[in-house]
């Protein structure tokens, strides 16, 4: 029999929605946020040649400027003042999240709750701007170093550079947060969203025009739809797979009453870190990929030439190192949010259990055990989803926008939130129904 909130779901229509005008406040909010990112990647970083510049990033564009500008939403390619986007902030999320399991103190500080959680936040601020500043520097000693793109190079130019840039990145972190909590869905995530969509025409543009001349031939177009078709069925069913355990609760007598046992699920999804640890495995070889592809235009050493050039798209090590940091994001921010131990006491305290395992350690384990099984499923599907568009691009030069990351991360925060948008519309027809019933019992 289905729950109330299914049944509540399942009558959810136009006219719920047109009566929710907190959430109609919290769309528009968030849409106008988007807005205004969009607007500030078009916003040219000052002291460059346009011109001059969209030549040389026509020459870079197939390697990891191409990835990096899918990212920031057409930023980079206009050098914009977004153009590094919410890169650093996300490198430095993975590194306060890393520290934080491996120290005391940080581990005691996020126990702490709401205020230990701010303190985390900021020292994640804080190592955002690092990042940002040393990735800002280095892409303007490559604007320097590529011939007529800077009009007066010198320190003015790199610290104005740094500043603007920056600047950026920390105005973005603030919109995300106040999408978070003003608007609809997770900020981080629809800012890059929004960056992937706004670039999907151009891509399919760019797709049909390699077609009509010919470098692209008809199969490998229509193969290439078939190809993202599959792929965005695929990270559907993935999305929403779950293996569900079965919890008993004994029978119980409540007074002079005897109440059933009763039985339930414990969903574990099948991908719980979500669209994380690809965002994560892209934005940590971002950070020394790009520095090294913009200081090697200069007279620099012939290492970081040689690792701007190992480090680039559709290579072995770059794949590779790809690959692997999926799977570790896949299990490490699985162990961050899910808690087999406080999982199975809480099953202990309200009298559950799994059938045939014994409360309290050895359900802890057999949960672990289960979710290490699935996590390594969802790694793998994660994994395949992510490299699709480095084949592609590798062997037929097409764009990394309709490839399998950017179809991920569309579709991934496209359910993300629709859920919280049907949250939003249960919790109205909630109210509706308290309301209702008061009124109901005044009458009487």
Not at 156 to 165: A, D, E, N, W, Y
Not at 190 to 198: D, H, M, N, P
Not at 377 to 398: F, K, R, T, W
């Amino acid at each position: 029999m289905a729950s109330a909130a299914e049944q509540l779901a399942r009558n959810l229509n136009f006219s719920t929605f047109a009566k929710a005008k907190a959430l109609q406040q919290r769309i528009w909010f968030t849409l106008g946020a988007l807005l205004v990112y969009r607007l500030g990647t078009y916003i040219p970083v000052p002291g460059i040649d346009p011109d001059a510049y969209a030549a040389s990033f026509q020459q870079a564009q197939q390697g990891i400027a191409g990835m990096f500008d899918m990212f920031a939403g057409g930023a980079v390619q206009r050098m914009a003042i977004f153009a590094l986007n919410l890169i650093p902030y996300i490198t430095a999320s993975i590194v306060i999240q890393v520290i934080t399991t491996a120290s005391p103190r940080l581990e005691a500080l996020k126990k702490e709750g709401e205020a230990g959680r701010r303190k985390l936040n900021q020292y994640t601020r804080y190592l955002a701007v690092v990042f940002c500043a040393v990735q800002a520097y280095g892409i303007a000693i490559g604007l320097e170093g590529s011939q007529g793109v800077v009009l007066n190079p010198g320190w003015f130019f790199r610290i104005s550079t740094v500043i603007t840039l920056v600047g950026g990145t920390m105005f973005l972190m603030w919109l995300g947060e106040q999408i978070t909590s003003r608007g609809v869905g997770n900020g981080i995530s629809l800012i890059i969203f929004a960056g992937i969509v706004a670039n999907l025409p151009a891509t399919i543009v760019q797709t049909l025009e390699l077609s009509r001349t010919g470098a692209l031939s008809t199969a490998w177009l229509f193969g290439i739809l078939a190809i993202a078709i599959a792929v965005i069925a695929v990270i559907v069913f993935f999305e929403r797979a779950q293996r569900r355990l079965l919890i008993q609760y004994p029978k119980r007598q409540v007074g002079n009453k005897m109440f059933q046992g009763d039985t339930s699920h414990l969903p574990l999804k099948l991908n719980t870190s979500g669209v994380i640890p690809v965002i994560f495995a892209s934005s940590l070889l971002l950070l020394p990929a790009t520095i090294a592809s913009f200081a090697s235009q200069g007279d620099a050493p012939q290492w970081l030439s040689v690792t701007a050039a190992l480090l680039g798209r559709g290579q072995p090590l770059y794949l590779f190192l790809y690959a692997a940091l999926i799977v570790f994001f896949a299990f490490f921010y699985t162990s961050i949010v899910f808690n087999p131990t406080e999982t199975a006491d809480n099953l202990k305290r309200s009298g559950g259990f799994i059938p045939g395992i014994r409360p309290g350690e050895r359900t802890a384990q057999h949960i672990d055990y289960v979710l290490t099984r699935i996590t390594l499923v969802g790694a793998a599907y994660l994994m395949l989803v992510a490299l699709i568009p480095e084949m592609i691009h590798s062997q037929l030069n097409v764009s990394q926008f309709i490839g399998g990351t950017s179809l991920l991360i569309m579709v991934t925060v496209t359910l993300d939130t629709i859920s919280q948008v049907q949250s939003h519309l249960i919790a109205q027809q909630y109210e509706g129904l308290v309301k209702k019933s008061r009124l109901g019992g005044r009458k009487r």
